[in-house]
């Protein structure tokens, strides 16, 4: 199954009710052609070569997820999400459920909008869901305010009004009468028990566990960067694992090659090939189209990582990615101990990109970007806010999901299976367990890596040699990188929501602004709307942005 | 060649005089790495490391962290190719052809056309690699906005929390996202 499987993924789609497969064929062909798995009145389901059909009786299911899954699954869709955090289609008689999985990491979006009697369709890929959508395409301007204040839709918003990203652990029942009812409840993680005794062993068991589930289904490669989470994977694959590992490492783009030092570092200290993907500057541009379309437009981080997931393209070997580490071990976007209200601190950390704004956006639509992600953010992080890991969760539901998860399953599963072992349950249940001052700072980190590669908890990640001055030439503030974000947001309707003086700039402006990570950021996200614009142009006709300049 | 101390007005070293200072030392002096001061990078086909292991890793870590200018002296185009050159600050070939391969994937800033890639022979092309260096640190001085006087005092200050801040209690920013 997993050579099979390795060769490519290509997602999957289908629908609850509706009965015609029409839009589903439709949508299964601009997948790249996947196989027919259940075809039903109640629901259909197409999927590549990595879904895994199950049948208890009455019940047919199929279980989905990039990352490979084994033949012999749980008979039920609660264990599969929380086992395998695999999403399932479970089709009993004339009832149908999606269950998404319990990390919420892999997307699946699902179109709710539709007319009487259309059903509910689904699938692994927004664009599908775009380019057969009966209805009227509408930009969520909620959502492209999110991804320019903090990186990505939040609420399970897409860039599409009407069609949603499933939240973890989120099921959707359609029942026979075609009434749908949709609920997260009872979430695992948030009932985690804190207990004073836990220690960093059954992390590193689960992490074991996880990486060597992996690798007795096939091959084993790793993201590899300067950093605790992907050494730890690394340290893993190379230990636990009997096959080859490599590490793959790209310039992350922030201005100096200490990732690649020590990337390539760890991966000599434990003896794994390593291969080191250098990009080129005159296939920015090509990059950037490549993200944001293997994104789904959801996000613009990551467009860095892009040239390492070219030359994923075609290997067999499932990619481990660090996604969520850095939360649920490493203790990242902690509170300070300021007077500052808590909520303002979190909503502060998550839309950090709205300090000095001013520099690149019109004033109107800094002022409507940043209410409309509050009050989305509040509504998600108030009903958190007294919880132990408040600040994890809220991280985590605000930023990981919605944007940083896109780049493993978005980006990179486009090319290869992809694993992110952090988020599995054992691991994210026995991380949660310790209490929050032990996560402080990265402590836990050495312990869990000792036992594997004692050497490498000496070694500095490149964080903490990076010198303040960063004096390599980063691509994205190069002057082929500039002049191609310039030209793209100086077209309208994009060109409206600029600065003025930003409109008058002159390429040595746009240069130093790239060269500021918040800055950055907003030219970065007002490119992915400008190419979403572009790309949808055919079923949007004329779109204004007044969403974004308050007027609407 | 026996290593050589780079006296203050020296302008550049190649990457073998520091290997050959830290396999007997174990450290590249500091004196040495400076952000003005050059050091060149032999590639495969003018007989350097062409990968990235070992105190090669060790040398141009050091190198990075001091902000030395690293200059990749590529003979061919498979140079650009190898692992040591995705960490090379600069390019140098006296190879047509090299130079534009190089001016592609680097940007034209960051490559010079040379008479010779011989390190012997570098006096005769160092100084419009130094300057180009010194024009590209100049042109982000945002990046450091301390005041002038602070920068030596700030330097002492992150070395000693460097020093104190013992490996069993964990590393803060280690889980920093490149965005």
């Known amino acids: 199954m997993s050579s099979e499987r390795s060769r490519r993924t290509f997602g999957m789609c289908g629908r609850m009710g509706a009965e015609s497969n029409q839009r589903v064929d439709v949508m299964s062909n601009l997948l790249g052609g ?24 009455p019940r047919t299911a199929v279980s989905w997820s990039p990352t490979p899954l084994p033949q012999n699954l749980p008979q039920d869709g609660f264990d599969v999400a929380a086992r395998h955090d695999a999403f399932s289609l479970v089709v009993d008689g004339l009832q149908a459920r999606l269950h998404g999985g319990i990390s919420g990491a892999v997307p699946v979006y699902v179109e709710l909008d539709g007319a009487p009697g259309d059903g509910v369709h689904f699938c692994s890929r927004a664009d599908p869901l775009i380019r057969t959508r009966t209805r009227t ?25 009407g069609i949603r990203r499933l939240l973890p652990w989120e099921r959707i029942t359609m029942d026979g009468s075609g009434a749908t009812t949709i609920t997260s409840e009872g979430w695992p993680w948030l009932d985690v028990e804190i207990s004073g005794n836990a220690g960093v062993d059954p992390v590193r068991d689960a992490l074991a566990e996880a990486v060597g589930q992996l690798g007795a289904l096939g091959e ?33 783009d ?13 991966a000599e200290t434990l003896g794994i090939e390593h291969k080191l993907v250098h990009p080129r500057r005159d296939q920015f541009g090509q990059d950037l189209d490549h993200f944001v379309r293997s994104v789904d437009y959801q996000t613009s981080f990551h467009v860095w990582l892009v040239p390492l997931a070219r030359r994923l393209v075609g290997t067999s070997a499932a990619v481990m990615d ?7 071990v490493g203790g990242a976007f902690p509170d300070d101990e300021s007077d500052v209200p808590v909520l303002d601190q979190r909503f502060g950390r998550m839309a950090r990109y709205l300090h000095g704004a001013e520099q690149i956006l019109d004033p109107r639509v800094v002022h409507e970007i940043r209410h409309r992600t509050r009050e989305s953010f509040d509504s998600i992080a108030k009903p958190l806010v007294d919880h132990p890991f408040a600040s994890t969760f809220t991280a985590y539901l605000t930023r990981t999901l919605p944007g940083i998860s896109l780049a493993p399953y978005g980006l990179v599963s486009a090319a290869a299976p992809v694993a992110t072992p952090f988020v599995s349950d054992a691991v994210v249940r026995a991380a949660l367990a310790i209490p929050p001052a032990q996560h402080a700072e990265g402590q836990l980190y050495p312990e869990l890596l000792r036992p594997w590669t004692p050497e490498l908890v000496e070694l500095p990640t490149a964080a903490e040699q990076t010198p303040r001055i960063r004096r390599h ?14 030209e793209l947001l100086l077209t309208e309707p994009v060109r409206q929501l600029l600065a003025r003086e930003l409109v008058d700039a002159d390429l040595d402006t746009w240069m130093r602004h790239l060269d500021n990570t918040r800055s950055q950021h907003l030219i970065r996200s007002l490119a992915t709307l400008a190419l979403w614009l572009r790309r949808y142009a055919h079923v949007l006709g004329d779109v204004n942005v007044d969403g974004l300049l308050g007027r609407a | 060649m026996a290593y050589y101390l780079p006296h203050p007005l020296v302008k550049w070293f190649v990457l073998d005089d520091a290997l050959r200072r830290y396999e007997r030392r174990g450290t590249v002096p500091r004196r040495w790495l400076r952000p003005e001061r050059v050091v060149l990078v032999p590639g495969r086909a003018a007989g350097g490391p062409g990968q990235l292991s070992g105190a090669v890793v060790d040398v141009l870590t050091e190198c990075e962290v001091a902000g030395a200018p690293t200059v990749l002296l590529a003979g061919e185009i498979d140079d650009l190719d190898a692992p040591i050159a995705a960490v090379c600050r600069y390019v140098a070939s006296d190879r047509p052809e090299v130079v534009e391969e190089a001016r592609h994937r680097y940007g034209q800033e960051r490559v010079h056309t040379v008479d010779s890639i011989e390190a012997a022979r570098a006096r005769a092309w160092i100084g419009p690699v130094r300057a180009a260096a010194e024009r590209d640190a100049r042109r982000h001085p945002r990046r450091d ?9 700030r330097t002492v200050y992150e070395g000693i929390r460097r020093r ?6 964990g590393r803060s920013r280690s889980h920093i996202n490149a965005e």
């Not at chain 1, 395409?137 to 009004?161: C, F, K, Q, S």
């Not at chain 1, 994977?233 to 009997?242: D, F, K, P």
């Not at chain 1, 922030?254 to 760890?266: D, F, S, Y």
């Not at chain 1, 660090?322 to 649920?328: D, E, I, Q, T, V």
């Open chain 2, 145 to 153: 906005r301390r005041p002038g006087w602070l920068r030596p005092l």
């Open chain 1, 137 to 161: 395409v509408r930009p969520d301007w909620d959502a492209w305010a999110h991804i320019l204040a903090a990186g990505g839709p939040l609420e399970g918003r897409t860039t599409v009004d």
């Open chain 2, 164 to 169: 104190a801040r013992s490996p069993e209690r």
């Open chain 1, 254 to 266: 922030t201005g100096t090659v200490l990732e690649e030092l020590v990337a390539a570092k760890v």
């Open chain 1, 220 to 252: 084993v490669s790793t993201l590899l960067s300067g950093g605790w989470d992907s050494r730890v994977l690394a340290a893993l694959g190379a230990r636990v694992t009997t096959v080859p590992v490599t590490a793959w490492t790209t310039s992350s």
């Open chain 1, 322 to 328: 660090g996604l969520g580490g850095g939360l649920f």
């Open chain 1, 34 to 57: 996947i196989r027919s798995l259940i075809d039903q009145p109640a629901g259909a389901l197409r999927a590549d070569a990595g879904a895994v059909r199950w049948v208890s009786s």
């Open chain 1, 473 to 486: 030439q980063r691509r994205v503030s190069s002057p082929e990188a500039a002049a191609h974000f310039r």
